[in-house]
C-alpha cells in the first residue's frame, strides 16, 4: 500500500470495493475513516457501482419478517448479514418496493380488518442506515396498493410513487408522490375509472414506472402497461405490445426488469403443453422490439419460473424463482437448472440491490451481525 499513490488508491482502488470492506477499513487509520465517510467519495463509489455489475447484493426475506439475510450476489452459500429491522410483534414487515440502492419497507399491524400500513421506510441494506417516513393514510382501504421507488440523482431526490385502487364509487384510482427532500406526500390523481384494473406488479427504470392494467369492455378484455412519469409526475403512453401478448391477456401479469430492460411474462398454453414465457422488450417503445427470452415447459408444475437476476458476467444464466420457497440458477443455453439452498430460512422475498455508503439525514441505523 506504500507504493502506491494516493490519489490511485483514493480514486480507481477504494472505489471498487464492497461496502463491507470499506466500513471495515475505516479502522486503519484516521484518514482512511474521513475518507471513506466523506460525501465525495460516498457519491465516487456510488456512481462506481451503478456502472458495475460487481458487489451486488440479494436480499432474501420471509413473508411478514422484520429480519433481512444479505447476501453477495456472487457468494449465494457464504454464510450472509442479518439486519434486523426494530418493530413490535404486532407490526409485520414488507418488502413494497426497491431501486438500485435501497428497499421501501411497509410496517403494517397485524390482527385488523385490513392491513393497516402504520410506516414506511427507506432502508439501505448494505449499512443498515434506514429512515421511517410519514404514511399517507387513505379515505377508503384500499383493494390493492402498489409502490414504486426512485433516486433522482440529478437533484439528489427520492421519490416514492403510490397508487391505490379501491371501492370507492367516486373515485377508485388515486396516485401520490412522495419527496425526501420535503418529506411530503403530493395528490397527484383521484379519478374514478370504471374499465381500467391493476393486475400486475409494477416495474421502474429510471424515471418511469410501468404496471400492467386489465382493461374491461362489454365483450372484450385485454391487458396494458400503463407509464407513470416519476420526474413528470403524469401518466405517458401505454407501452405497445405484440399482438400475441394483448390476446393472452389474462396469463401475462408479471413485469420485472433485467439488465435494464422492461420484461413481461406469464403462462402460454398450447393445444397439449403449458410454458411460462419472458418477454424482453429491446428498445424503447418500439412494438416490434420484443423478443422471448426463455421459454420453460411447466407441464404437471403448478409455479412460475419468475426470473429475478442475471448471473454476475453471464447473460446466459438467470437466477429464478421457480416456486414459493425455492430458488435456482437457470441456463438459457440449456435448460438446465440448479438449486439453491438456505439453511435456516426460506426465500420467499427476493431483492437485488447494489451496495451503498449513503445515509440518509436525520435517520437511524441498524447494526448487520453474521447469520
Not at 414488507?94 to 392491513?115: E, G, I, K, P, R
Not at 396498493?145 to 384510482?173: E, M, P, Q, W
Not at 430460512?345 to 439525514?361: D, E, N, Q
Request: proline share 4%.
Amino acid at each position: 500500500m506504500a507504493n502506491i499513490p494516493d490519489d490511485i488508491l483514493h480514486l480507481c482502488i477504494l472505489p471498487q470495493l464492497p461496502v463491507k470492506s470499506l466500513i471495515r477499513f475505516k479502522c486503519v487509520s484516521k484518514s482512511w475513516q474521513t475518507l471513506i465517510s466523506s460525501p465525495d467519495f460516498i457519491r465516487l463509489h456510488h456512481r462506481h457501482a451503478l456502472s458495475s455489475d460487481e458487489n451486488r447484493l440479494l436480499i432474501v426475506s420471509d413473508r411478514f419478517s422484520p429480519q433481512f439475510h444479505v447476501h453477495e450476489l456472487d457468494s449465494l452459500l457464504a454464510p450472509p448479514l442479518l439486519l434486523t429491522y426494530p418493530c413490535t410483534k404486532q407490526v409485520v414487515v414488507n418488502v413494497v418496493a426497491s431501486c438500485d440502492f435501497f428497499l421501501l419497507l411497509s410496517c403494517s399491524l397485524q390482527y385488523t380488518a385490513y392491513s393497516q400500513t402504520v410506516a414506511l421506510v427507506l432502508l439501505n441494506p448494505s449499512t443498515g442506515s434506514y429512515y421511517k417516513i410519514r404514511h399517507q393514510s387513505t379515505p377508503i382501504e384500499p383493494h390493492r396498493k402498489i409502490y414504486g421507488l426512485y433516486h433522482d440523482d440529478a437533484n439528489d431526490d427520492y421519490k416514492i410513487v403510490r397508487i391505490t385502487y379501491t371501492f370507492d364509487r367516486s373515485a377508485n384510482r388515486e396516485v401520490l408522490v412522495y419527496g425526501f427532500k420535503t418529506n411530503s406526500w403530493k395528490l397527484v390523481e383521484r379519478k374514478l375509472d370504471r374499465f381500467y384494473f391493476m393486475v400486475g406488479d409494477v416495474a421502474v427504470i429510471g424515471h418511469l414506472l410501468y404496471t400492467v392494467f386489465r382493461i374491461r369492455s362489454v365483450d372484450s378484455e385485454e391487458i396494458r402497461i400503463g407509464c407513470f412519469d416519476i420526474v413528470a409526475e403524469r401518466w405517458t403512453n401505454d407501452v405497445l405490445l405484440p399482438e400475441y401478448m394483448v390476446n393472452n391477456y389474462h396469463s401475462y401479469e408479471d413485469l420485472f426488469v433485467l439488465d435494464g430492460l422492461l420484461c413481461i411474462a406469464g403462462e402460454n398454453k398450447d393445444k397439449t403443453d403449458t410454458y411460462y414465457s419472458v418477454w424482453v422488450r429491446k428498445e424503447y417503445n418500439v412494438k416490434e422490439s420484443w423478443v422471448k427470452l426463455i421459454n420453460i415447459d411447466i407441464n404437471g408444475c403448478c409455479w412460475r419460473y419468475f426470473p429475478i437476476t442475471y448471473r454476475t458476467g453471464s447473460r446466459h444464466e438467470l437466477l429464478c424463482k421457480p416456486g414459493c420457497e425455492l430458488l435456482c440458477w437457470y441456463n438459457i443455453r440449456d435448460g438446465e437448472d440448479k438449486q439453491v439452498k438456505f439453511d435456516g430460512y426460506k426465500p420467499i422475498s427476493l431483492h437485488v440491490c447494489r451496495g451503498s455508503l449513503v445515509t440518509f439525514p436525520g435517520g437511524q441505523r441498524i447494526n448487520l451481525r453474521r447469520f
